[in-house]
Each structure stands twice: as structure tokens, then as C-alpha cells.
């Protein structure tokens, strides 16, 4: 190891200090001898150089690929109000990205932990004095995740032709209304009055409204249904969902009482062998 700093020690000496370095082994010795001050600085410009270079791709790369993500949220924008030709697009010709698509799912559970912290306290029904934010990320991605997993498997068994990746990222561009409309909720909740409670109802049920016609067109169009084929998927999707998490909750409340019978008999294995 200290052979190794010398080494390096010379090497820095070699390129930036212009001496002369003498390392000196138990066998050997090495004369290093200083390049010229003009060699110094033409090393010197060229790792400026380099690091420049590397530093304009770098902000040039970052440039294009924040373009790219703006350009994708407005076409996310586009197909709330043009569900079936944005949807259609999505699937066949590759428009939006599962980036993107992830990107608004997490700013919709960014606004619901908004909601839970910043909502009036007239229509907050009384805010928790603790409030624990993974809960909602825990319950947010469940559903997300079930509701897509749970597609995918029955779309599986009814011919539908979507990928996983494709319900994602459709379920994703869906949740844009959700999201917004429920931001919009949680600053008018701090200057609605009690009597304009209706008002603010209507934009939830607005929001949950949009919201669930663009997963069911997203479906549709995804995997190319018919309209009565497509409700009876998504009815069946949700009753897929409930059997996933009733199956991991039951897996969950198994592997706890095998834990606390496995507890128990060391337990006991214990005692009896103290005793005996």
C-alpha cells in the first residue's frame, strides 16, 4: 500500500511540480525525470479542455431529456380531453413514456399527502395530530399497482392485447385530471366557506369521475374491446384486486402465527433443556 502512494505521489510530482522524484525500494531506484513547463500546460489545457467538453454534453443532455418530459406532459394534457386518439397513439405508434407516466403517479400521491396536511379544516372533518405520509404512499401504490397487475392478468385470459408496460402507462396519463383537479381542491378548501361545501364536492366528484372514464377508455382502447367487454374487465378487475390483496393478507397472517409458533417452541425447547 505504501509503495503504491509513493508511486502516485511521483506521478503527481511527475505531471504538476516540475522536480525532479527520486523513489527510493529496497532493490531499486527510479529517477523521474519533470516534463518541461511547456508539456505542464498543454496537459493542463487539455484536461481543461476534456472537462468542459464533458460538462456541455452533460447540461445538453439534461436539456433534451427535460424537453423530451415537458413535451410528453403536455401530450399527457392533450389526451384528457382526446382520450381515444391519445390512448390509441400510446398503444400503437409509442407516444408518452413509462417515465413520464410514473412521474404523474407520484405527483398525485404527492397532492393526496398535500390533502391530508393543507385541506380546510371545514372539509378536512378534523386533521390527525400525527400523520404518517408512507400510509398513503403504501395505499396509493397499492392500488395503482393492483389495479394494473390486476388488468393484466385477466386481459391475459380475455385476448386483450396490451402489455404490461402499455396498461401502466395509460393507467399513469389517467390519473393527470385526478391530480390536478385535486390540487386546485386543496387551496380552495382554505377559502371555501361551510355553505359553498357543494362546490367542492362537485370538483371531487368531477375528478373521480374523469378520472375513472379515462382507465375504462384506456382499456378499451389498449386492448382493443368492445364497450360491454371493457365494463366487464374492469368490474372484473376490481374483484381481481380484492382476491390479490385478501391472498397477501392472508400470506401475511400465516407467516406471522408460523413466526409466533416457531417463538413459542424455542421457547419451550429452552426451558425444558434448563430444566432438564
Given at each position: 500500500?505504501?509503495?503504491?502512494?509513493?508511486?502516485?505521489?511521483?506521478?503527481?510530482?511527475?505531471v504538476?511540480e516540475?522536480g525532479a522524484?527520486?523513489y527510493i525500494?529496497?532493490?531499486?531506484k527510479?529517477?523521474?525525470?519533470?516534463p518541461?513547463k511547456?508539456i505542464?500546460?498543454?496537459l493542463l489545457k487539455g484536461?481543461i479542455r476534456?472537462?468542459?467538453?464533458?460538462?456541455?454534453i452533460?447540461v445538453?443532455?439534461?436539456?433534451?431529456k427535460?424537453?423530451?418530459?415537458?413535451?410528453?406532459?403536455r401530450y399527457a394534457a392533450?389526451?384528457?380531453?382526446h382520450?381515444?386518439?391519445?390512448?390509441?397513439e400510446?398503444?400503437?405508434?409509442?407516444?408518452?413514456?413509462l417515465?413520464?407516466?410514473m412521474?404523474?403517479?407520484?405527483?398525485?400521491?404527492?397532492?393526496?399527502?398535500?390533502r391530508e396536511?393543507?385541506?380546510?379544516?371545514?372539509?378536512?372533518g378534523g386533521?390527525?395530530?400525527y400523520?404518517?405520509?408512507?400510509?398513503?404512499i403504501?395505499?396509493?401504490?397499492s392500488?395503482?399497482?393492483g389495479?394494473?397487475v390486476?388488468?393484466?392478468c385477466?386481459?391475459?385470459l380475455?385476448?386483450?392485447?396490451?402489455?404490461l408496460?402499455d396498461i401502466?402507462?395509460?393507467t399513469g396519463?389517467?390519473?393527470?385530471?385526478?391530480?390536478?383537479?385535486?390540487?386546485?381542491?386543496?387551496i380552495?378548501?382554505?377559502y371555501?366557506?361551510?355553505?359553498e361545501?357543494?362546490?367542492?364536492?362537485m370538483?371531487?366528484s368531477?375528478?373521480?369521475a374523469?378520472?375513472i372514464?379515462?382507465?375504462?377508455m384506456?382499456?378499451m382502447?389498449?386492448h382493443?374491446?368492445a364497450?360491454?367487454k371493457t365494463?366487464?374487465?374492469?368490474?372484473?378487475?376490481?374483484l381481481?384486486?380484492?382476491m390479490?390483496a385478501?391472498?397477501?393478507?392472508?400470506i401475511?397472517?400465516?407467516?406471522?402465527?408460523?413466526?409466533?409458533?416457531i417463538?413459542?417452541?424455542?421457547?419451550?425447547?429452552?426451558?425444558r433443556?434448563?430444566?432438564?
Amino acid at each position: 500500500m505504501i509503495k503504491w502512494l509513493k508511486t502516485f505521489r511521483s506521478l503527481v510530482s511527475f505531471v504538476f511540480e516540475g522536480g525532479a522524484v527520486h523513489y527510493i525500494n529496497e532493490s531499486q531506484k527510479f529517477d523521474v525525470i519533470a516534463p518541461s513547463k511547456t508539456i505542464q500546460q498543454g496537459l493542463l489545457k487539455g484536461l481543461i479542455r476534456r472537462l468542459e467538453g464533458l460538462n456541455e454534453i452533460t447540461v445538453a443532455s439534461f436539456k433534451t431529456k427535460f424537453l423530451r418530459v415537458i413535451k410528453e406532459l403536455r401530450y399527457a394534457a392533450y389526451l384528457t380531453t382526446h382520450p381515444a386518439k391519445g390512448f390509441w397513439e400510446i398503444k400503437q405508434e409509442g407516444e408518452g413514456s413509462l417515465f413520464t407516466a410514473m412521474l404523474i403517479f407520484f405527483g398525485t400521491v404527492f397532492v393526496m399527502i398535500l390533502r391530508e396536511l393543507y385541506t380546510g379544516f371545514i372539509f378536512s372533518g378534523g386533521r390527525a395530530v400525527y400523520y404518517d405520509f408512507t400510509n398513503t404512499i403504501i395505499s396509493m401504490s397499492s392500488l395503482f399497482f393492483g389495479w394494473c397487475v390486476a388488468n393484466w392478468c385477466l386481459t391475459c385470459l380475455f385476448d386483450g392485447e396490451g402489455k404490461l408496460r402499455d396498461i401502466i402507462k395509460a393507467t399513469g396519463y389517467a390519473l393527470l385530471p385526478f391530480m390536478l383537479i385535486q390540487f386546485v381542491m386543496v387551496i380552495l378548501s382554505n377559502y371555501f366557506i361551510e355553505r359553498e361545501e357543494i362546490f367542492y364536492d362537485m370538483l371531487n366528484s368531477i375528478s373521480m369521475a374523469w378520472m375513472i372514464g379515462l382507465i375504462i377508455m384506456s382499456v378499451m382502447i389498449t386492448h382493443q374491446y368492445a364497450v360491454l367487454k371493457t365494463i366487464l374487465v374492469c368490474f372484473f378487475s376490481v374483484l381481481a384486486m380484492m382476491m390479490i390483496a385478501f391472498i397477501i393478507l392472508l400470506i401475511f397472517n400465516l407467516t406471522n402465527q408460523v413466526g409466533d409458533f416457531i417463538g413459542v417452541f424455542m421457547d419451550e425447547l429452552q426451558l425444558r433443556m434448563a430444566g432438564g
